[in-house]
């Protein structure tokens, strides 16, 4: 048996709920402290007008890893939501992600041999080049149409930055695939927590070794915190926890402006996605979609997501992956592991890794075993 140990967690978000929930299972006592007003980090929902509203953004849960689909259905019950959000490029509507719907739709090709070969045409512009960045990488998947109508623009305004700038692996999360299938994802299991997702860290949170401080910044207090406490679950950036040393990572932050409407049902799906250029948000969510239609009949409510530049102060949604800023986070790294007896660090920002939730999930509980095991 390891000896009980104080924790304090820093962020109540999904990866340092996980970790508090194991921590107090196995006897430990957690002080989690959040800086915002409510808990769940970026997972957060709220019900407005019989409708789970996600306050931060579309958040459908998906995972190939059965351990960490069991392991999430001990908060909530899921629905059977699959995520298949349509592109809208100046009125016209395509399907996604890329498959047969999308090609027939723009070139009015029927079988997968004619879908490929028109792929296979367009791509030539590459000579045969490995793909370097996000826009070659693009070009090799799907050719210059669908980059140009469905990729481009969209990139270019959700990073702020020319999609040659940018690393490839960023569109190969997207699935491509030469059958009329519109998963969104390739994983085995999908859904949203009937009743939102906040109940899931709530519940985590639930335990009498555990107690909760929100509006709680952890760097208003920081000495007190680590004399007081034996070990410190740090989920907030990386760099600021090291007072930028060695400058900024940079991030991309985002913009939601929510509107609650009169009427029943505004673009009859959850996602919709503007991929051109010139349209401000990237897209428009659509609550009562995720959860088929429930909630009041007259009413609806959506959300326009307008990418923006990251500066002090703002919410740091995305890490920007490139090799300049891995490079820098590696120097932080660095300076994280020489702290290692006292603070773990986190998450989507502690670890500066574009994680989804299944991924914090099994990146805490890996912590977890190398914590308590
Ligand atoms: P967070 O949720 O960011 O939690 C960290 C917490 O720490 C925050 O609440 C923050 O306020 C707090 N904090 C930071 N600094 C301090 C401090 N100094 N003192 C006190 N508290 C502090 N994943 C999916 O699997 N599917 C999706 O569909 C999906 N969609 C997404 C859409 C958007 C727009 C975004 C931004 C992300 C999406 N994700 C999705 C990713 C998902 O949100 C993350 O994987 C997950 O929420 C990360 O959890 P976390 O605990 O690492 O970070
Ligand atoms: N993307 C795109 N057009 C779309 C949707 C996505 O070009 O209609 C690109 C864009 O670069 C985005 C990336 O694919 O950043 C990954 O998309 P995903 O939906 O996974 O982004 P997230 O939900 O994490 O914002």
């Known amino acids: 048996m390891k000896k009980l140990k104080n924790y304090l967690v820093v962020g109540a978000g999904l990866f340092g709920a996980t970790f508090a929930y194991e921590a107090a299972k196995r006897g430990n006592r957690v002080k989690v402290i959040e800086k915002r007003n409510h808990l769940a980090g970026n997972i957060y929902t709220k019900e407005v007008d019989g409708i789970q509203v996600h306050q931060y953004g579309a958040h459908i849960f998906h995972t190939s890893n059965k351990k960490i689909w069991n392991y999430v259905q001990q908060f909530a019950e899921f629905n059977r939501y699959t995520n298949s959000p349509i592109a809208n490029y100046q009125g016209e509507i395509y399907n996604l992600p890329f498959n047969m719907n999308t090609f027939n739709k723009l070139w009015g090709v029927v079988t997968p041999q004619e879908a490929l070969a028109k792929i296979n045409q367009q791509r030539a512009v590459l000579k045969g080049k490995r793909p370097e960045n996000l826009e070659e990488q693009a070009i090799s998947l799907v050719g210059t149409d669908i980059y140009q109508k469905l990729i481009k623009g969209y990139t270019e305004k959700q990073w702020g930055r020319p999609a040659t700038e940018l690393p490839a692996f960023i569109i190969r999360r997207l699935p491509v695939r030469l059958t009329y299938d519109n998963n969104y994802f390739n994983d085995l299991y999908q859904g949203i927590p009937i009743g939102g997702y906040t109940q899931i860290v709530e519940k985590m949170l639930a335990s009498d070794l555990i107690t909760v401080e929100t509006q709680t910044d952890f760097f208003d207090q920081?000495?007190?915190?680590?004399?007081?406490?034996?070990?410190?679950?740090?989920?907030?950036?990386?760099?600021?926890?090291?007072?930028?040393?060695?400058?900024?990572?940079?991030?991309?932050?985002?913009?939601?402006?929510?509107?609650?409407?009169?009427?029943?049902?505004?673009?009859?799906?959850?996602?919709?996605?503007?991929?051109?250029?010139?349209?401000?948000?990237?897209?428009?969510i659509e609550h009562k979609h995720f959860e088929f239609g429930k909630g009041d009949k007259e009413k609806t409510v959506i959300t326009r997501e307008y990418p923006k530049t990251w500066q002090r102060g703002d919410e740091p949604y995305y890490p920007v992956n490139n090799a300049k800023n891995n490079a820098l986070y590696k120097k932080y790294k660095e300076l994280a592991d020489q702290e290692a007896k006292k603070v773990i660090f986190g998450g989507r920002l502690g670890q500066y890794r574009y994680y989804n939730m299944d991924q914090v999930i099994g990146a805490a509980l890996v912590t977890v075993a190398k914590e308590f095991e």
């Open 222 to 284: 920081q000495a007190e915190y680590l004399k007081n406490y034996d070990r410190i679950v740090f989920t907030g950036m990386i760099d600021q926890y090291f007072a930028y040393r060695y400058g900024e990572l940079e991030y991309r932050s985002l913009q939601f402006e929510t509107e609650e409407l009169d009427q029943g049902n505004y673009q009859g799906n959850a996602v919709v996605n503007y991929t051109d250029a010139a349209t401000p948000y990237t897209r428009i």
